[in-house]
């Protein structure tokens, strides 16, 4: 078994001992899911049909913003960024592989989420079950790709929780998952083009459950490609500056990456 | 044959503050070689340079025959960091095959079994005790046979048993041809496990050698402790050649600058006081008296 293959094994088995990322990954996103998914379709019938894709999204986003910051900032307060380094562990492993281990967690969860979601809750089911699977795979990489540089800029893990927050509780309320963008003010939802959960909700729209596009789908797919490899590739380059300033304003670098979705508020 | 490490001028600033003025450190093949120096004197990043976890400003590193490249830890050297950690949840075994596939070699069974981790398999390393820990440490430093480990303060914090095992393996390195650069606090390791000793105080190397000749070197008086049958001696201390520190309990304490010129002053002393001896010590001046004598050198 190759390193990187052998290092996601225990990546992957050791996030399930973690009772903080057992409960991000899986049991408050279930959790959530399964007490509104009982609730919302009484108080709104409609819920059904967004039922889905935001509350998958909302897994994956969870794991990734809230779950994977923190233990990327301990990795370096406690010296194991440092330990990896030595013993040979490439950079883009010791960045990457917790992220792909956060990602498939996540894609797990979205794939409870959606099988509980379509037999138990009657939800609305993806039409197309390959874009609804590639949607999912590209959330997974954005999302891990922010999570990751916010772990990297986040000098410490009260820092990081106040970045993950702050891109958390604004795509929960402006991005699409709790009620439609649409419904929005003209001004907040323009502000919702920066969060990447109003680009994958209206890619789930197009690809996956046939509705009318409200925007040009490869423009979306575009935006968030961009802003997850400009995440990784900063959270790589920050991570592998051994020297680094303590500055504050190394988290500036988190907001470079949302500037490709920034970028989409010129086009609504 | 030419040294294993050869650390020639080394100078880094953080700053405005010059940390290494110049370093220069030598490991010979199948040595423990000790650094030594107060907290702050630069020990750690002139690891650091070595290991190419820093870069420094000037001077260069050369471990078998090549310069070490910033940002590219040598294969051949084996680190146990001086704050250096694991994932709190993963186990011993996790760990080990981890390292194993990243150093790309089979698990070596019989340095597992050495280092008794064999029963800690299933053990998270949040769960071992700091012996424990260190002991997987040190175990995944060694796991791809390295020409040259090195070690910044293995032993620090750890109960007398452990540190007494820990040296035992370090010693069995030395015998197998291993090298060993141990950055301590500890006197008595480095006087005791160590071939040779640089001393590094203020960023500037002081002193180097064997402990032996280094506390040679000081200024420090070998201690004469004696006590005879009939107490005479502490009645009448005074003797040539050496100068009387504490009598106490019927021992008389001297300070000897020639000591075989004041035991003979005092076995002549006995004789003529009609007495006999009953107890005789001589301690040469520690590495400790001597760090500290440096210390208050470089201070001054």
Same mark, same amino acid.
């Given at each position: 078994?190759?390193?990187?293959?052998?290092?996601?094994?225990?990546?992957?088995?050791?996030?399930?001992?973690?009772?903080?990322?057992?409960?991000?990954?899986?049991?408050?996103?279930?959790?959530?899911?399964?007490? !509104?998914?009982?609730?919302?379709?009484?108080?709104?019938?409609?819920?059904?049909?967004?039922?889905?894709? =935001?509350?998958?999204?909302?897994?994956?986003?969870?794991?990734?913003?809230?779950?994977? @910051?923190?233990?990327?900032?301990?990795?370096?307060?406690?010296?194991?960024?440092?330990?990896?380094?030595?013993?040979?562990? @490439?950079?883009?492993?010791?960045?990457?592989?917790?992220?792909? *281990?956060?990602?498939?967690? $996540? +894609?797990?969860?979205?794939? =409870?989420?959606?099988?509980?979601?379509?037999?138990?809750?009657?939800?609305?089911?993806?039409?197309?079950? +390959?874009?609804? $699977?590639?949607?999912?795979?590209?959330?997974?990489?954005?999302?891990?790709? !922010? $999570?990751?540089?916010?772990?990297?800029?986040?000098?410490?893990?009260?820092?990081?929780?106040?970045? &993950?927050?702050?891109?958390?509780?604004? &795509?929960? !309320?402006? $991005?699409?998952?709790?009620?439609?963008?649409?419904?929005?003010?003209?001004?907040?939802?323009?502000? &919702?083009?920066?969060? @990447?959960?109003?680009?994958?909700?209206?890619?789930?729209?197009?690809? *996956?459950?046939?509705?009318?596009?409200?925007?040009?789908?490869?423009?979306?797919?575009?935006?968030?490609?961009?802003?997850?490899?400009?995440?990784?590739?900063?959270?790589?380059?920050?991570?592998?500056?051994?020297?680094?300033?303590?500055?504050?304003?190394?988290?500036?670098?988190?907001?470079?990456?949302?500037?490709?979705?920034?970028?989409?508020?010129?086009?609504? | 044959?030419?040294?294993?490490?050869?650390?020639?001028?080394?100078?880094?600033?953080?700053?405005?503050?010059?940390?290494?003025?110049?370093v220069?450190l030598?490991v010979?093949?199948?040595e423990i070689h000790g650094l030594l120096g107060p907290n702050g004197a630069g020990k750690t990043?002139t690891l650091?340079?070595?290991?190419?976890? /820093? /870069?420094?400003?000037?001077?260069?590193?050369?471990?078998?025959?090549?310069? #070490?490249?910033?940002? /590219?830890?040598?294969?051949?050297?084996?680190?146990q960091?001086q704050?250096?950690?694991?994932?709190?949840?993963?186990?011993?075994?996790?760990?080990?095959?981890?390292?194993?596939?990243?150093?790309?070699?089979?698990?070596?069974?019989?340095?597992?079994?050495?280092?008794?981790?064999? %029963?800690?398999?299933? /053990?998270?390393?949040?769960?071992? %005790?700091v012996g424990?820990?260190r002991?997987?440490?040190l175990?995944?430093?060694?796991?791809?046979?390295?020409?040259?480990v090195i070690l910044d303060e293995p032993t620090a914090g750890l109960d007398v048993s452990t540190r007494a095992e820990l040296h035992g393996i370090l010693r069995?390195l030395r015998?197998?041809?291993?090298?060993v650069l141990l950055a301590t606090h500890d006197m008595a390791e480095a006087e005791t496990l160590t071939d040779r000793l640089t001393v590094v105080i203020g960023g500037r190397v002081v002193a180097s050698g064997s402990a032996r000749a280094l506390t040679a070197q000081g200024e420090g008086r070998t201690r004469?402790t #004696?006590?005879?049958?009939?107490?005479?001696?502490?009645?009448?201390?005074?003797?040539?050649?050496? %100068?009387?520190r504490?009598?106490?309990?019927?021992?008389?304490v001297?300070d000897?600058?020639?000591?075989?010129?004041? #035991?003979?002053?005092?076995?002549?002393?006995?004789?003529?006081?009609?007495?006999?001896?009953?107890?005789?010590r001589i301690e040469r001046p520690s590495l400790e008296d001597r760090f500290l004598e440096l210390v208050r050198t470089e201070a001054a």
């Open positions: 078994m190759s390193a990187m293959a052998e290092h996601f094994r225990v990546e992957l088995r050791s996030m399930l001992r973690h009772p903080s990322q057992l409960l991000l990954s899986y049991l408050f996103p279930l959790g959530f899911f399964l007490f !509104l998914g009982a609730v919302m379709p009484r108080l709104n019938p409609n819920a059904t049909a967004t039922l889905v894709p =935001a509350f998958s999204l909302f897994a994956i986003l969870t794991g990734a913003i809230l779950g994977l @910051p923190t233990p990327l900032v301990e990795l370096r307060r406690l010296g194991i960024a440092r330990a990896f380094r030595v013993i040979g562990v @490439p950079d883009r492993s010791t960045v990457g592989v917790p992220a792909a *281990a956060n990602a498939a967690h $996540g +894609l797990l969860a979205a794939t =409870a989420v959606t099988v509980v979601g379509v037999t138990v809750f009657q939800a609305d089911a993806p039409r197309h079950l +390959l874009a609804y $699977g590639l949607v999912l795979l590209l959330a997974a990489f954005v999302f891990t790709g !922010l $999570g990751t540089l916010i772990g990297v800029v986040s000098n410490d893990a009260r820092v990081s929780v106040l970045w &993950s927050q702050s891109l958390f509780l604004p &795509s929960m !309320l402006l $991005g699409g998952l709790m009620m439609p963008v649409t419904a929005l003010p003209e001004g907040l939802r323009r502000v &919702s083009s920066v969060l @990447p959960t109003t680009h994958l909700m209206r890619l789930h729209d197009a690809l *996956a459950f046939e509705r009318a596009p409200s925007s040009a789908p490869w423009v979306d797919v575009l935006a968030l490609v961009a802003t997850g490899a400009l995440a990784y590739v900063i959270a790589l380059r920050l991570h592998a500056t051994e020297e680094r300033s303590a500055s504050g304003l190394r988290g500036l670098w988190a907001l470079v990456a949302l500037v490709p979705l920034a970028a989409t508020m010129l086009q609504s | 044959m030419s040294p294993i490490l050869e650390v020639v001028a080394l100078h880094k600033r953080y700053g405005d503050r010059t940390v290494l003025h110049g220069h030598e010979e093949r199948g990043t650091e340079c070595i290991e190419g976890l /820093r /870069r420094p400003d000037q001077g260069q590193v050369c471990f078998l025959g090549a310069p #070490v490249v910033m940002g /590219r830890v040598p294969r051949q050297m084996g680190i960091l704050l250096s950690s694991l994932p709190g949840t993963m186990t011993v075994d996790e760990a080990i095959r981890f390292v194993c596939a990243y150093r790309g070699t089979a698990v070596p069974m019989a340095l597992v079994k050495r280092m008794d981790l064999t %029963s800690l398999g299933a /053990r998270q390393y949040q769960a071992l %005790s424990q820990q002991r997987l440490q175990a995944l430093a060694l796991m791809h046979r390295p020409a040259l069995e015998s197998e041809g291993t090298s004469v #004696v006590s005879t049958a009939r107490g005479g001696l502490a009645k009448e201390p005074a003797i040539a050649g050496a %100068s009387v504490t009598v106490a309990d019927g021992y008389v001297y000897a600058a020639d000591t075989a010129a004041a #035991v003979s002053a005092l076995l002549a002393k006995i004789a003529a006081l009609n007495d006999s001896l009953v107890d005789l």
